[in-house]
C-alpha cells in the first residue's frame, strides 16, 4: 500500500489542439501514451525506445519535441498540438498537403512526426533552404521515401505559405 | 520502454528541491529536461522511486549578462542558448555546441544545467565549457558554492556535485578582446553523441601571436580533458597555419580513449588532432574578425 | 483480349496517392492504435545470452504481482512450435519452438512471457522472472562455423550445416582449362536490419463465435493465416487476419512470428483479446535480419576480355532458428550469378549455416543486392587485372537484345532486355566522361576520388501466385480484391489506375481493397517487387474477363452483336453510334436483375490467380562518383545516377518513390548499416543508438532515370522496380570507392565504407612504401 501512495498519480491539465482536458495519471505515463491513450489521439507513433526516431514529434508551447521523452506530467500546463490539430475545418494544412503533393510519404508511419517537425521549422524559418530543411529533419528517420520527397514537400509548403510565418 | 513506477514531486523553489533531494536521499532524482534521464528510465537502466521535477522552479532559465560574466540558468534549454544574442555575441563556441547536440527536437527540451550535471561521456557542452573556463554554481542546503569545469567532471556520468546540491547556474567568463572561440563535432553517425569533439578559446595580441589558448576535447576519457601540451606549445607563438597544426599534433597526447563498434581509438586520438585543428583554426579565424 | 481499348491515359500518369489524405491527417490506423476493451498486454523475458542452457526460470514473483494474469515458459507451450516448411533437399530443420526450452541459442530469445492488464505491468512482471543460465560457447561468423572444431549453434545437431545446395549449367572445368586469366575474390555483404519505422506487433481478439480476429503489421496477410492455423492446430477458416495500416516492412514483416502465436494462444487461454507491441530494441533482435552472406568466386576469362565461365561459393548466415523463409535469400545467386552477362558455364554451391545470431531472411533485395554486389565487383576487379576498360568489358559480355528471352548458364530464362541502353543512358545522365576527367583531375591533386558502375538485373515477381476479383457492383461501382496488400506502396493508387484504365472509369470509381483474410479470396501478399507484376498482372486479366463478360451483357441490352460493341468512357457504345451507349450501371442492373443473354450466369466479378510460372527480370545501370576525405576517411557522395529499367511504368512518381526508398536503404548498407554481435555473440548494434541509418541530411542528390523495355510476358507489361535501388547502388558505390583508393593499392574492402574504416585502409596502405603517391 505504502507503494501506492508513494508512486500516486497525478492530476494534469493540458490543453491539447485547442480543447483543454484534465486527467490523472500515473507518473510514469508517456506523454505519447497519454496521447494515444489516454486522448485517442493516435497519430504521434512510437517507432523507437531510444528518441532518435521522431515518429512521436508533436508540439509543446509551439516548439517540436519527442512526445516519447517527455512525462505527461511534465505537460501539466501545457498547450499541445498534434498532427490532427493542423487541418482547419478540413482543409489540410500546407504541409500537410505539400506530403500529399510531392509524395512524401510511403507507409505514413513516420510522416505525422515529420510534418510536426516540419511544421515547427517553417514557423521559425518560413523560407528554409534544402540544406536547413534536410538539418532540421535530423531528428526524424524515414526508412522508405529516401528523404528527397520529404525535403521537396517541405519546399512546396513553404512556397504555398509564401514564405510567410502562418502563426497558428 | 515503460519506466519502472515512481512518485513525482514539482518543485517549485530551489530550496525545495534541496529539501526534497535530502528527504527521499538516493532513491530521488532531479529532473531537468529528462532528455537522459527518461531514456535510461524507459530502459530500465535508472529506477528512481522519486522524480523532483526543476522545471516547475521559477527564475532557472534564461541568458544574462553578469558583469563580466556571462550567467545562464541551468533550466535554459540549448535552442535559447543558441539563440541568445548574449551568447551569439560574445560566445559563438557556445552556439556551435549548442545547435550540434541531439537534433531540434532535443535541443527544445535538453537543459545546459542537465547535460554538465549528467556528465556524459558524449556530451558536448562539458567540453566547450571546460574550454570556455566556465564555472558551475551549486546549491546545497544552505548557501551556495562555485565549481570551476577543470574541477568539476570527475569520471563519466560523476562530477564533484554533491547528491543533495542542485546545479542553478553556468558561469562563463567573457573572453577577452582578440579571442574567438569554436567547437567542432564528430558525431556518432547513429547517436548523434559525441566520437570525438574539440573546443577552443584563443586569444590572439594585436601583433598576431597566442596570448591563451584554452583547449578541450571529448570522446578520448571519461569526461572532457584538457589538451595541455597544445595549449603550451601556442603559448606566445604566431596563430600561423603550421603552428596551429603542430600544435594540434599534440593533442591527443596522453589520452587513451576506447575503441567502439564504430571507431578505433587510433582513429579517435587521430581526428582529434584534425579537429583540435580545425577548432583552433575557426577560433583564430573568429578572433581576427572581432 | 479486348482489342478496342483505348488507353484514358491513367497508365503512366503520376496520380496524387488517395491513401494519403487519411495519413497525413494522423488517422491512419496501425497495430498499435487500435485498442478494445479488456484488452490485456504481452511482454517477455528475453535472454542477453547468445547461446546457453537454461538452468532454471522463477516466475513466483512475477506471477504473484498486481494485474498479472500469465506467466508462461516453454515447458507450458512445448507443444507450440514455428512451422517451417522445408525449402531445399535435405535441409535441416532444428526444432524452433515459441519460448526457449532448454536452451537459447541468440541473444534476444523469449524465455518467458507475461500477460498483464497494462504495458508497463507487463513489463514489470517481465523483469521479476529470474532465470540462471550456464554460458555454451557460441559461434557468430558462418564462415567460421564452418571451420573443424567450431561450436555448434544448435547442439541437436551434428554440424553447422542447414543445407549445401549447388547449380551447374554449361561446361565449367573446361571454361576454367582454356582460361588465360582468371580473378578471384572473396567479399562479404554486411549484415542490415529491415527496420520498418513501426515495429512488428499484434492486436489479437477471441469472437464469441469462437473465431479469432487477428491484427497485424504484416506484409502477407494470407500466407501468416495458412502458418498460423498450422501453428496453433486452429482452423484457418475460423482465423480473419487484417493486415491494417502497416509502418513497412521491406520484407522483414513476411513470416509467422512467435511472439504473434503466442498471443493467439494466450487470448484463446484467457478469453480476452492481447496486444503486444515489440519495442525497438526487441524488433532489433527478433526480427529477421538481411545479408550477411561471403561470396568466393572465380571468373575465367580470355585475355581480351570475354568470359568463360564462373564459379561462386555462398556461405549463408541463417542465424539460430529457420523461418520458411530464411533459407531462400542464398539461393538467390543459383539463378542470379552470371547477373547481366553471357555466362553459360557456371557453378554455384550455396552453404547456409547455422551461427548464434538472429535469423535472417528477406531484406529487401532478398539475395538480389548480395548476387549484384558479387558479379559487379568481380568485373571490375577482372578489367583491372587485364588492364581493360571496365564498360567495355561490360558491354563485350551483355546478353544482347536479340537473345531474349535468354536462358543463362543457371537455367533461368529472362524475359526482355537492353542492357546496353540503360548504361548508355546512365552514361548519358551522368556526363560519364566528364566525370572521369573530374576524377582524373583530383586524382593529379592528391585527393581521393573514384567514379563507379554497376550494370544489374532484378528478377521480381516470383514466389507462386497472386489473386485479384473485379467486382462491379449494383451501382456500377467497381470493387477490387487482391491479396497483395500494401504496406506503403501506394497499391490503392496504381491499382486503381490500371483498373480504371482497362475498364475506362474515372479513378474514383475504383476502390481497391486489401489486407483482410475475411473479405479477399486467398493471396499471397508483397514482397520481392511482385505486387504490380503479380497484383497488377491478376486483376488486369480478371477485369479483361468482366469487360468480356459485360460487353455481352451491354450487346444483349441494346440488341447489338457483342463484336460491335466497343469500350466507352463509363462503359460500352456500339461502334460507329456513340449515343448507343451503355453505363457500367446499367450493365450491372442488368446482371444482378435477370437480365443477362440466355444461358449466362448472373452476376458480374471474375477472379483471376495468376502465376505466370517464370519472374519478371528487371535491369538498370547505376553510376557513383565518391570522394574520400583523406584526412578523415570521411566519404561523400559526389554522385548518383540511376537508371532503372521496369518495363511498362504505371505511376512515375510512386516508382521514383520507390527507387529513392531503395536507394536510401542500399546507401545505408554501402556506407554504415551493419549488424554487429560481440566476440560472445551479444548484440553490439541492437538499438537506433549504434545502428545507422540513412538520415536526411546524408542522402545525396539523385539522378532518376529509366529505359522502358515491356515485359513480354505480363498482362501490364510491368517489372517490379522495389528492389531496384538495394540492388544496383551499393556495387556501384562499392566500385566507386574502390577506383577512388585504386592509387594507394587497395582493391579490396568490404561494406560498409565507414570513415573509420576507410581511414585505416588508408593508413595502412600510406605505411606501404610503394604505394605512396
Ligand atoms: C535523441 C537524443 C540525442 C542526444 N544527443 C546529445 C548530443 O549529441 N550531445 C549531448 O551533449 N547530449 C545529447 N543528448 C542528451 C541531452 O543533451 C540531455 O538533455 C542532457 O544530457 C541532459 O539534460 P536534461 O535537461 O535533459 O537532464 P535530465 O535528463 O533531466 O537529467 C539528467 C541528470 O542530471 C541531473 N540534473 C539535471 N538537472 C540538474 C540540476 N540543475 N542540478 C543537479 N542535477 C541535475 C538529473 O538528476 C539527472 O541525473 C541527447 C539526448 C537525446 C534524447
Ligand atoms: S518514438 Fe522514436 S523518438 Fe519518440
Ligand atoms: S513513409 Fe514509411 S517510414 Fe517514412
Redesign the pocket.
Same mark, same amino acid.
Given at each position: 500500500m505504502a507503494a501506492e501512495i508513494e508512486f500516486a498519480a497525478v492530476p494534469i491539465k493540458v490543453t491539447v489542439n485547442g480543447v483543454k482536458h484534465e486527467a490523472v495519471v500515473e507518473p510514469r505515463t508517456l506523454l505519447v501514451y497519454f496521447l494515444r491513450e489516454h486522448l485517442n489521439l493516435t497519430g504521434a507513433h512510437v517507432g523507437c525506445d531510444?528518441?532518435?526516431c521522431g515518429a512521436c514529434t508533436i508540439q509543446l508551447n509551439g516548439r517540436a519535441v519527442?512526445s516519447c521523452?517527455i512525462l505527461a506530467v511534465q505537460a501539466n500546463e501545457a498547450e499541445i498540438t498534434t498532427v490532427e490539430g493542423l487541418a482547419r475545418e478540413g482543409v489540410l494544412h500546407p504541409v500537410q498537403e505539400g506530403f500529399r503533393e510531392k509524395h512524401g510519404l510511403q507507409c505514413g508511419y513516420c510522416t505525422p512526426g515529420m510534418i510536426m517537425t516540419a511544421v515547427s521549422l517553417l514557423e521559425t524559418n518560413p523560407n528554409p533552404t534544402e540544406e536547413e530543411i534536410r538539418h532540421g529533419l535530423e531528428?526524424n528517420l524515414c526508412r522508405c521515401t529516401g528523404y528527397i520527397n520529404i525535403v521537396e514537400s517541405i519546399r512546396w509548403a513553404a512556397e504555398k505559405m509564401g514564405g510567410k510565418n502562418v502563426s497558428r | 520502454m515503460f519506466p519502472a513506477s515512481f512518485g513525482y514531486v514539482a518543485a517549485h523553489s530551489v530550496e525545495e528541491a534541496v529539501q526534497l533531494l535530502t528527504k527521499h536521499g538516493e532513491d530521488a532524482?532531479?529532473?531537468?529536461?529528462?532528455?537522459?534521464?527518461?531514456? $535510461?528510465m524507459k530502459l530500465r537502466l $535508472?529506477s528512481p522511486r522519486t522524480l523532483i521535477d526543476?522545471a516547475t522552479v521559477p527564475g532557472?532559465r534564461g541568458v544574462r549578462m553578469d558583469g563580466n560574466t556571462l550567467a545562464i540558468g541551468?533550466?535554459t534549454?540549448?535552442a535559447d542558448v543558441a539563440s541568445s544574442e548574449l551568447v551569439q555575441k560574445h560566445l559563438p563556441g557556445l552556439v556551435d555546441?549548442a545547435s550540434?547536440?541531439?537534433?531540434v527536437?532535443?535541443r527544445n527540451?535538453?537543459?545546459?544545467?542537465?547535460?554538465?550535471?549528467?556528465a556524459?561521456p558524449? $556530451?558536448?557542452?562539458?567540453v566547450i565549457l571546460t574550454a570556455l573556463n566556465a564555472s558551475f554554481v551549486?546549491q546545497p542546503r544552505s548557501g551556495s558554492r562555485t565549481v570551476a569545469a577543470d574541477d568539476f567532471f570527475i569520471d563519466f556520468y560523476t562530477t564533484a556535485?554533491a547528491a543533495n546540491?542542485?546545479?542553478?547556474e553556468i558561469r562563463v567568463p567573457l573572453p577577452m578582446a582578440g579571442s574567438g572561440t569554436a567547437y567542432v563535432?564528430l558525431?556518432h553517425p547513429a547517436?548523434?553523441?559525441?566520437v570525438v569533439s574539440a573546443g577552443a578559446l584563443i586569444t590572439r595580441q594585436p601583433s598576431g601571436s597566442c596570448a591563451l589558448a584554452r583547449v578541450a576535447l571529448g570522446g578520448l576519457g571519461s569526461g572532457p580533458v584538457r589538451a595541455v601540451a597544445t595549449e603550451t606549445e601556442l603559448q606566445g607563438k604566431p596563430l600561423t597555419p603550421e603552428v596551429i597544426a603542430a600544435a594540434a599534433a599534440r593533442a591527443a597526447e596522453e589520452t587513451d580513449p576506447e575503441g567502439d563498434t564504430y571507431a578505433s581509438a587510433e582513429y579517435k586520438r587521430h581526428v582529434a588532432i584534425v579537429y583540435t585543428r580545425r577548432a583552433i583554426e575557426a577560433a583564430v579565424q573568429r578572433a581576427s574578425a572581432s | 483480349m479486348t482489342t478496342d481499348h483505348t488507353p484514358t491515359g491513367l497508365i503512366g500518369a503520376s496520380i496524387r496517392r488517395v491513401e494519403d489524405p487519411v495519413l497525413v491527417a494522423g488517422k491512419g490506423c496501425y497495430v498499435d492504435d487500435i485498442q478494445l476493451p479488456g484488452m490485456l498486454y504481452l511482454a517477455f523475458l528475453r535472454t542477453t545470452y547468445p547461446h546457453a542452457k537454461i538452468i532454471s526460470i522463477n516466475t513466483n514473483a512475477a506471477k504473484a504481482m498486481a494485474g498479472v494474469l500469465a506467466v508462461v515458459t516453454g515447458e507450458d507451450v512445448k507443444q507450440l512450435n514455428i512451422p517451417v516448411a522445408p525449402m531445399v533437399q535435405d535441409q535441416k530443420i532444428p526444432p524452433h519452438p515459441l519460448l526457449a526450452r532448454g536452451a537459447v541459442h541468440e541473444a534476444g530469445v523469449a524465455v518467458a512471457a507475461v500477460v498483464a492488464q497494462s504495458r508497463a505491468l507487463a513489463q514489470d512482471a517481465a523483469g521479476a522472472i529470474e532465470v540462471e543460465y550456464e554460458a555454451l560457447p557460441s559461434v557468430i561468423d558462418a564462415e567460421k562455423a564452418l571451420e573443424p572444431g567450431a561450436p555448434l549453434a544448435r547442439e541437436e545437431l551434428n554440424s553447422n550445416i542447414c543445407y549445401v545446395a549447388t547449380k551447374k549449367g554449361g561446361d565449367v572445368d573446361t571454361a576454367f582449362a582454356q582460361a588465360e586469366h582468371i580473378c578471384r575474390m572473396h567479399i562479404a555483404s554486411p549484415r542490415q536490419v529491415a527496420l520498418a519505422i513501426e515495429p512488428r506487433g499484434i492486436v489479437v481478439k477471441p469472437e464469441p463465435t469462437g473465431d479469432l480476429t487477428v491484427w497485424l503489421s504484416t506484409q502477407a496477410p494470407h500466407r501468416v493465416r495458412g502458418d498460423l492455423a498450422t501453428a496453433l492446430g486452429f482452423p484457418e477458416h475460423k482465423i480473419r487476419v487484417i493486415a491494417p495500416d502497416v509502418g513497412g516492412g521491406f520484407g522483414s514483416k513476411g513470416p509467422l512470428y512467435r511472439e504473434y502465436v503466442l498471443a493467439c494462444h494466450l487470448a484463446l487461454k484467457l478469453g480476452r483479446p492481447i496486444k503486444w507491441i515489440a519495442t525497438r530494441s526487441e524488433d532489433f533482435v527478433t526480427t529477421i535480419q538481411g545479408r550477411d552472406q561471403a561470396m568466393t568466386s572465380e571468373l575465367a576469362l580470355k585475355k581480351d576480355g570475354t568470359i568463360l565461365g564462373l564459379k561462386v561459393r555462398v556461405v549463408a548466415n541463417l542465424g539460430a532458428y529457420l523461418y520458411s523463409s530464411t533459407a531462400g535469400p542464398p539461393q538467390r545467386m543459383m539463378g542470379m550469378a552470371p547477373g547481366s552477362y553471357q555466362i553459360q558455364n557456371c557453378h554455384v554451391e550455396v552453404v547456409a549455416v547455422f551461427t548464434n545470431t538472429t535469423p535472417t531472411g528477406p531484406y529487401r533485395g532478398a539475395g538480389r543486392p548480395e548476387s549484384v554486389l558479387n558479379i559487379e565487383r568481380l568485373i571490375d576487379k577482372a578489367a583491372k587485372e587485364l588492364g581493360l576498360d571496365r564498360l567495355a568489358m561490360r558491354r563485350k559480355n551483355f546478353i544482347r537484345p536479340e537473345q531474349f528471352p535468354y536462358k543463362t548458364g543457371v537455367g533461368v530464362e529472362y524475359d526482355s532486355g537492353d542492357y546496353e541502353k540503360s548504361l548508355a543512358e546512365a552514361m548519358r545522365l551522368s556526363d560519364y566522361d566528364k566525370l572521369i576527367r573530374e576524377r582524373d583531375a583530383a586524382r593529379g591533386r592528391g585527393e581521393l576520388v573514384g567514379v563507379g558502375v554497376s550494370t544489374f538485373v532484378e528478377p521480381s515477381g516470383g514466389a507462386g501466385f497472386e489473386s485479384g476479383t473485379v467486382r462491379v457492383e449494383r451501382t456500377g461501382e467497381i470493387t477490387v480484391l487482391t491479396g497483395s496488400s500494401s504496406h506503403g506502396q501506394g497499391h490503392e493508387t496504381s491499382y486503381a489506375q490500371v483498373i480504371a484504365d482497362k475498364m475506362h472509369v474515372s479513378m474514383d470509381h475504383v476502390a481497391i481493397r486489401h489486407g483482410d483474410t475475411l473479405a479477399i479470396q486467398q493471396g499471397v501478399g508483397t514482397f520481392g517487387s511482385r505486387s504490380m507484376v503479380m497484383g497488377g498482372g491478376s486483376m488486369t486479366l480478371a477485369a479483361e474477363r468482366v469487360i468480356q463478360k459485360a460487353r455481352r451483357i451491354a450487346a444483349h441490352l441494346v440488341e447489338a452483336a457483342p463484336e460491335d460493341m466497343m469500350q466507352a468512357d463509363g462503359g460500352f457504345a456500339v461502334a460507329g453510334v456513340p449515343e448507343k451507349k451503355v453505363t457500367w450501371r446499367q450493365i450491372a442492373a442488368a446482371a444482378y436483375g435477370g437480365r443477362v443473354p440466355p444461358g449466362m450466369e448472373p452476376g458480374l466479378q471474375e477472379t483471376v490467380f495468376f502465376d505466370p510460372r517464370r519472374e519478371a527480370w528487371g535491369f538498370g545501370a547505376h553510376v557513383a562518383m565518391v570522394r574520400i576525405d583523406r584526412e578523415t576517411g570521411k566519404p561523400t557522395i559526389e554522385k548518383l545516377v540511376l537508371v532503372d529499367d521496369c518495363g511498362v511504368i504505371i505511376n512515375p512518381m510512386i516508382v521514383e518513390g520507390q527507387v529513392h526508398g531503395g536507394v536510401a536503404q542500399g546507401l545505408g548498407e554501402a556506407l554504415r548499416e551493419q549488424m554487429l554481435f560481440g566476440e560472445e555473440g551479444q548484440a553490439l548494434t541492437g538499438t537506433l543508438m549504434n545502428y545507422a541509418v540513412m538520415r536526411a541530411g546524408d542522402m545525396p542528390h539523385l539522378t532518376v532515370g529509366e529505359t522502358i523495355t515491356p515485359n513480354p510476358f505480363n498482362p501490364l507489361g510491368v517489372k517490379g522496380v522495389g528492389e531496384a535501388g538495394t540492388n544496383g547502388a551499393p556495387p556501384a558505390v562499392a566500385n566507386a570507392m574502390m577506383d577512388a583508393l585504386a592509387p594507394l593499392g587497395i582493391d579490396h574492402i568490404d561494406m560498409p565504407y565507414t570513415a573509420p574504416k576507410l581511414w585505416e585502409a588508408i593508413r595502412q596502405a600510406e605505411r606501404r612504401p610503394a604505394a605512396r603517391s
Open positions: 531510444t528518441s532518435q519527442k521523452t531528428g | 532524482k532531479l529532473l531537468a529536461g529528462g532528455h537522459s534521464l527518461i531514456p $535510461a $535508472a526543476l532557472l541551468a533550466l534549454v540549448y555546441a550540434v547536440i541531439g537534433d527536437q532535443v527540451r535538453g537543459t545546459i544545467g542537465g547535460s554538465i550535471a549528467h556524459d558524449g $556530451a558536448d557542452f562539458p551549486l556535485m546540491e542542485v546545479l542553478t563535432k558525431p547517436s548523434g553523441y559525441v | -
